[in-house]
């Protein structure tokens, strides 16, 4: 099976997951490193016409939109399988995915985690203190509502591991280095918990964002 590629700027969030899924399927993959700049270059508008990331090529096939390439990835190698068998745990996999992308990421994530950990890193960015405010309510309903459904379970859909797991993961990673992190999560220690046993998975070791700034290098 030929190599998996993944554009993106070293750093992403969904870029990781997609890394990381890639890592639980023992698969080879590869970084082509973009700069925040490049987003909207000619050559990445070829594979991406919205100008966002990441985007995978897998030999002759290229594909965008996160949710596709993990759901592609969990087809093209079938073992060990990251969706349940079991419909209702399918479903509820695929509303946390959803979760991810529209509620924690969506108004959280991009505002929260992009003022107090990424701007400061990339750019320098001074936070903006009354974005983050106006985010924090929104962010504790997102972390209630992630708490909630994993309550005492290993992982979201249930007692194996999951696309959504590895999807949410690394969000939560990135989160976690904001000081408002405790926090949202001082009601929800299973939550926090879950994260620490997702951090000591060989595909979140492997995925960091230093390991990916290395391999984009």
């Keep these: ?55 995978l090529e897998h030999g002759d096939f290229v594909l965008y939109e996160t949710q596709a390439i993990l759901r592609y990835v969990d087809r093209v190698i079938e073992h060990p399988a990251l969706t349940p068998g079991e419909v209702r745990a399918a479903a509820r996999m695929d509303q946390l995915m959803n979760i991810n992308d529209w509620y924690l990421f969506q108004g959280c994530g991009n505002v929260i985690v992009w003022n107090r950990v990424v701007g400061p890193k990339v750019i320098g960015l001074v936070p903006d203190e009354q974005a983050i405010a106006a985010a924090m309510p929104r962010a504790r309903i997102v972390i209630g509502e992630l708490a909630r459904f994993l309550a005492d379970q290993p992982y979201f859909a249930g007692p194996q591991l999951s696309l ?54």
């Design 1 to 55: 099976m030929s190599a998996f590629v993944i554009h993106t700027v070293p750093g992403s969030p969904y870029a990781r997951a997609v890394a990381a899924t890639l890592e639980e399927k023992n698969a080879e993959w590869r970084v082509t490193g973009l700069r925040p700049g490049a987003l909207r270059s000619p050559a990445h508008l070829s594979l991406h016409a919205f100008g966002r990331m990441p985007v």
């Design 164 to 217: 959504a797991d590895l999807l949410i993961a690394p969000q939560l990673d990135l989160f976690a280095a904001a000081p408002e992190w405790s926090e949202l999560t001082a009601a929800a220690p299973t939550l926090v918990r879950w994260l620490d046993r997702m951090r000591e998975r060989r595909s979140m070791q492997r995925t960091t964002w230093a390991e990916v700034a290395a391999k984009a290098a």
